[in-house]
């Protein structure tokens, strides 16, 4: 899509359900739609907002791209699971974009990791 590509990550102080990813999507398709360039009923995307989410465990983008390692979530939306998180730090997928492992961008999503309350231990748990 040309040579003056750039990704950027934000994070959001305020955590957000799971189930919400497929109307964020939709609200990021209508925000690329205002941005676009566009030739009689055709729009040519000029910027690409992927929203996903950041949890203990994973990074989920989501996309409206159908691909063999993504998962329908519903209305036109597909989760894509980009990393893990294990053995302590943040690990690739065969599928993951070189981007995504690069170390500006680990340490940021290990910064967002930080920010999470951490898991109670299992004594914590009996103790309610």
């Known amino acids: 899509m040309g040579d003056k590509l750039s990704r950027r990550f934000f994070s959001f102080e305020k955590n957000i359900s799971r189930d919400t990813l497929t109307s964020i999507k939709a609200s990021c398709y209508k925000i690329e739609a205002q941005f676009s360039d566009r030739i009689d ?6 910027v690409n907002i992927d929203p996903g989410l950041l949890t203990p465990t994973t990074l989920v983008i989501a996309s ?5 390692h993504k998962i329908y979530l519903k209305d036109g939306v597909y989760g894509e699971i980009v990393m893990i998180y294990a053995h302590g730090g943040f690990c690739r997928l065969p599928w993951t974009k070189s981007d995504f492992c690069d170390e500006e961008t680990i340490a940021f999503l290990d910064s967002v990791k930080a920010t999470f309350d951490e898991p109670k ?3 914590e748990l009996l103790n309610f």
């Open 41 to 46: 009923n055709f729009h040519f995307r000029t």
């Open 64 to 68: 409206h791209k159908e691909e063999s």
């Open 121 to 123: 231990s299992e004594q």
